[in-house]
Structures are given as structure tokens and as C-alpha cells.
């Protein structure tokens, strides 16, 4: 009995998280990714069992603690979260690592549980052979070493994915390396403070980025002849507006686009830049602007879109509204926004709307109810964004109603936010730019599927946004109408944050050189989004170019 008791109690741990690894096994269906997946589970679990025959005792003890401690940070992340530990989600867990006691005090009890269910592991590695192995020292010692290479070399050609369903042991020990090797080539690290150099006093206006959620650049007005009625189309006393036209977003998810525009990532460095530069809070604050966050689509201080606890301390006013159903967030937003464009004082403002995100059944109110037939209404008053597919099929028909009820939408959170904008605002000391996060697969080719946005083989409107710049007529920033007409359908958000930065008094020269061109200058923009945004390690991003000929525009109603 004594003589197999590490085998014993090794395959105590494993039974015990059996669920964990079944789950894979049943995902994984069968055929060669099967016979990959058994070969490097087998290979893993031999060289653990053999670890626990490692002579030396200090060096054992050693191998049993790494594992131990390496097993508990990711059971613990799984009781806490139901959830798998990504590579991605860790780098996130060790930048956060200010609140880990924190954590710890709150997440006690599923500490303690699974510390408890870690114990056969720790035991079973440390305790003394019984038997000897007919194996030099050296090759024991190897075992476990050349399991953990061999694990990362597998996530590094897949982007940190690969290990889901192998010995969990291995999994945070493995991303530790890749962690490593990431911050020797500076893909992370620490966070900069700014240090490009500015021309003049403090900013006196507002500085204003809104960012619109799913609104497709060529549902609008101001882009196409049977548009949506927008608002940005018409003239206002005092008022200037320049349409970019069509733009071409970073990504076509939400997170991906959002954390680019608030640190300037460029298409050749994003990973570096999003990581390691200073946030548009950081250069906002350094040129005297007061910085404003109104997040239309969260509540109760929830972070969205990448945003870390660090980020949100560089934040003057978090704004959200936990009282207002979704329907009336962005009319909320309008107010706010109109409060801040009315007192004196210079800010920057970046605002995230709610929009047109899935489900638009209920995003606006009957009134507003213009297009016919749209999809059912009721079931989601107060959802601001769900994977859940209510009355949808994904059928043709069911895309005729989607694209009303779209359309609609569009009608109450783009058209009527505007009007009362620009019926309200005080707009004679204040640039805002208007953009969306991404633009929509509405299906108008007829092709299947569910989804809108974010997939890895999207349609070329996903990447589709609208862009414009609103300023009032007395203020003189950049001169806007010089490269206006080269610009218009040709630029992208990668041409935003250089604006923003141009417009805080960076100088223009040395902020090129690191986030590229401002709208001032002719941009000669890729015209690209990013299909594949979390491509690190070993991976490539994945350019699509918008070829404006594909672009399908809303027929007359
Ligand atoms: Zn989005």
C-alpha cells in the first residue's frame, strides 16, 4: 500500500478535478485533435509522476510547492469566477496585483477549499520514494522541466491558448514563462509617464470623444441617401461640422477598439503601446484638462472594455447611471454631456453610448417606432448588450425586422441624443469627435448566422464606422477643411488619438512619430481593421481592407 502512495494520492488530485477534464475531452470530440490532446496529457502526467521521484528532497520539496501554489491559483480563479484562467486574463491578474489581498480576504473561503483539494498533490510530490526508479538523478530532475517547456512552447505558437483541459498544474507555471518572455521584448511592463512635449498654456475648451456602440457607418444620413435621420446632417447657428464620411475601425469588438483609442495603439505596435504608454487620461490631466468617463452601457462602477482599477484612479468623474433603464441611457448620457459642455471648465470627455448593441427589440420607445415590421418588443427593456437570442432566428426575415428595429434605434440613440446636443450644448468652446466602436454585419447579403460583430471572418460594414468632428465656429483649433476632403472615407481611429493629442498641444512632430497621423495632416491611412486583435506571443494581427465598393447600404423603406 505504502509502497504506491504517491500514485495514490497523485490520482486522488486528478479524480478530484476530473469535471475539468472530461468537459475538454467531450469539446474535443474525437479525431487527431483528440490523439494531439491525449499525447501531451500523457506526457505531462509522466513527467509529473516522475517528478515525484526526484531523490533530492530539497529539490522535490521545491518542485511540490511550485506545484502546489501553481494548481491553487488557478482553482482558486475557477471556484471564483466559473470560469477558465486565459493567458490574457493572468497578465490582467498579475498587473492588478495591488488588490491580491484584497482578494484574498474576500475569495477566503474558496482559498481554503481549494488549498484543502490541492493537498493530495502537494503530498504526493513531497513525500519520501519508496521506491527507486531506474532513472539517473538528472533525468528526474529534467522531467518536470521539459514538461513546462514543452507546454510553453505549444501556447507560444498559440497565442497563450492550448492548455485548457491539460494538467491544471502546469497551466500557470507555463504562462508565468510566457509573461516573462513578453516583458524581456517590452509587449508589457510598466506604465509610462507622459513625456512628449507640449507648445502653450493649458487647454482652455473641451475636449470631447464620443464613442457610439454598433453603429454601422453606412446606416446614416450623412453617409448614404436612405440613411437614418442622424442629426449631424443639418446646419446649427455657430456651429461647424466636418464629415469624415466612412472610417475604418481598429477591431470589430467593443474591448479591442475602446482600449486603442485610449491609448493610441498604432497598427505596427498596438500591443506595446496599449500596454506600456500613458492613457489619454495621463496626457489629458498633463496639458490641464479635467477628465470626465461617462460609461452609458455599465453599472454599479463595473470596469467594461479593458479598463483596469489603475486606469480608473486617473479618472476626476466616473459617471454611470444605475438608475436609468437602458432605453434612456444615452438621453442620460445627452444630459450629462450637455452639463459639462455648459460649465466652464476645460475637460476632457470620453463617452461610451449604449447605441446599437444586441438586443435593439426594446432600445427605443414606441414613438420612435418607424420602421416596420421590427422585432418584438418587451422581452429586453432593460438589457443593454446579451449573447441571448430572444424571438430571433437568424432567418432572412428575421434580419428584415432586426434591421428596423436597427434602424429605430438609431433613430432615438443617434438622432435625438444630437438634437439635444446641439439643441442644449454650449458649443462655442468645444471639439467633440464622433465615431463608433464598430460597425454591423447586418446580413444584408442574405448570409447566416446570428452575429453582428466580433466574429473572426467578419464582412467588410463590421469594420465600417462613421467619423465627424463638431466644433464651434469662434474656436480655433486645427485647421480641420485643409485635409478634409483627402481625408473623407479614407481615414481611421487609428487617426484619432494622434487628433486628440494635436489638439491637447502636443507637439505634432514628435507625437507622430509614435501613434502616426493626425486628421490635420493627410492621413493616408490603411483603410484595415483587425480581425485577429489578441495576437501576441507567436501570432499575427490579421488586417481586412474595406473596400468601399462591397459596402451595402439600407434600401428605401
Ligand atoms: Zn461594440
Given at each position: 500500500m505504502t509502497t504506491y502512495l504517491k500514485e495514490l494520492l497523485l490520482g486522488l488530485y486528478l479524480l478530484s478535478h476530473y469535471d475539468y477534464y472530461l468537459k475538454r475531452l467531450i469539446d474535443l470530440g474525437g479525431g487527431v485533435p483528440l490523439l494531439l490532446f491525449a499525447g501531451v496529457f500523457g506526457i505531462l502526467l509522466a513527467t509529473l509522476w516522475l517528478t515525484a521521484y526526484i531523490r533530492s528532497t530539497a529539490i522535490r520539496y521545491l518542485f511540490a510547492l511550485l506545484f502546489f501554489a501553481s494548481t491553487l491559483f488557478f482553482d482558486v480563479y475557477t471556484r471564483v469566477t466559473a470560469d477558465y484562467l486565459t493567458y490574457s486574463t493572468f497578465v490582467s491578474l498579475i498587473y492588478s496585483g495591488g488588490f491580491i489581498d484584497e482578494a484574498l480576504y474576500q475569495y477566503r473561503a474558496s482559498v481554503f477549499l481549494a488549498a484543502v483539494g490541492a493537498l493530495p498533490l502537494l503530498f504526493g510530490i513531497a513525500l519520501a520514494p519508496r521506491r527507486r526508479l531506474p532513472l539517473s538523478s538528472y533525468a528526474l530532475v529534467a522531467a518536470p522541466l521539459c514538461g513546462v517547456l514543452l507546454l510553453t512552447g505549444i501556447l507560444f505558437v498559440r497565442s497563450g491558448e492550448g492548455a485548457r483541459g491539460l494538467p491544471a498544474m502546469y497551466t500557470p507555471l507555463v504562462y508565468l514563462n510566457l509573461f516573462a518572455y513578453e516583458a524581456a521584448s517590452s509587449t508589457v511592463g510598466p506604465r509610462e509617464t507622459v513625456s512628449l512635449p507640449r507648445h502653450g498654456q493649458a487647454v482652455g475648451n473641451d475636449i470631447v470623444l464620443i464613442v457610439d456602440e454598433s453603429v454601422s457607418g453606412n446606416y446614416l444620413d450623412i453617409n448614404v441617401?436612405?440613411?437614418?435621420?442622424?442629426?449631424?446632417g443639418q446646419a446649427y447657428p455657430g456651429v461647424s461640422i466636418y464629415n469624415y464620411g466612412y472610417a475604418a475601425s481598429i477591431a470589430n469588438c467593443s474591448a479591442d477598439t475602446n482600449v486603442t483609442l485610449r491609448y493610441g495603439g498604432t497598427r505596427s505596435d498596438y500591443l506595446r503601446i496599449n500596454s506600456t504608454m500613458p492613457s489619454i487620461w495621463q496626457y489629458a490631466r498633463k496639458a490641464g484638462l479635467r477628465t470626465v468617463y461617462i460609461d452609458a452601457q455599465r453599472t454599479g462602477g463595473r470596469l467594461q472594455n479593458l479598463m483596469s482599477k489603475s486606469e480608473r484612479q486617473e479618472i476626476d468623474e466616473f459617471v454611470q447611471f444605475n438608475q436609468t433603464p437602458v432605453r434612456d441611457r444615452d438621453m442620460a448620457a445627452a444630459q450629462k454631456l450637455i452639463e459639462l459642455l455648459n460649465n466652464d471648465t476645460p475637460e476632457l470627455v470620453y463617452l461610451n453610448k449604449v447605441g446599437a448593441h444586441f438586443p435593439v427589440h426594446d432600445k427605443y420607445p414606441d414613438d420612435f417606432l418607424v420602421y416596420r415590421p421590427a422585432l418584438s418588443r418587451g422581452q429586453y427593456a432593460d438589457v443593454s448588450d446579451t449573447g441571448e437570442r430572444y424571438d430571433f432566428g437568424g432567418q432572412v426575415e428575421d434580419w428584415v425586422r432586426y434591421r428596423n428595429a436597427y434602424k429605430n434605434t438609431l433613430l432615438w440613440n443617434v438622432g435625438e441624443f444630437f438634437a439635444r446636443v446641439f439643441s442644449q450644448a454650449r458649443l462655442d468652446n468645444a471639439v467633440l469627435i464622433y465615431t463608433s466602436d464598430h460597425g454591423q454585419d447586418l446580413h444584408e447579403r442574405g448570409?447566416?448566422?446570428?452575429?453582428?460583430?466580433?466574429?473572426?471572418?467578419?464582412?467588410v460594414e463590421e469594420g465600417l464606422v462613421p467619423l465627424v468632428v463638431i466644433q464651434g465656429n469662434g474656436l480655433h483649433t486645427l485647421d480641420w477643411p485643409r485635409e478634409l476632403a483627402g481625408n473623407k472615407d479614407r481615414s481611421s481611429h487609428y487617426n484619432i488619438f494622434p487628433t486628440l493629442l494635436q489638439l491637447m498641444g502636443y507637439d505634432l512632430t514628435a507625437l507622430q512619430t509614435i501613434y502616426g497621423k493626425s486628421l490635420s495632416q493627410h492621413t493616408e491611412d490603411e483603410f484595415t481593421f483587425n480581425t485577429r486583435f489578441n495576437a501576441r506571443l507567436g501570432e499575427k494581427p490579421n488586417w481586412k481592407h474595406i473596400d468601399l465598393k462591397e459596402v451595402v447600404t439600407p434600401t428605401l423603406q
Open positions: 441617401e436612405h440613411g437614418v435621420h442622424s442629426s449631424l448570409n447566416p448566422g446570428v452575429d453582428t460583430h466580433c466574429g473572426g471572418d467578419p464582412v
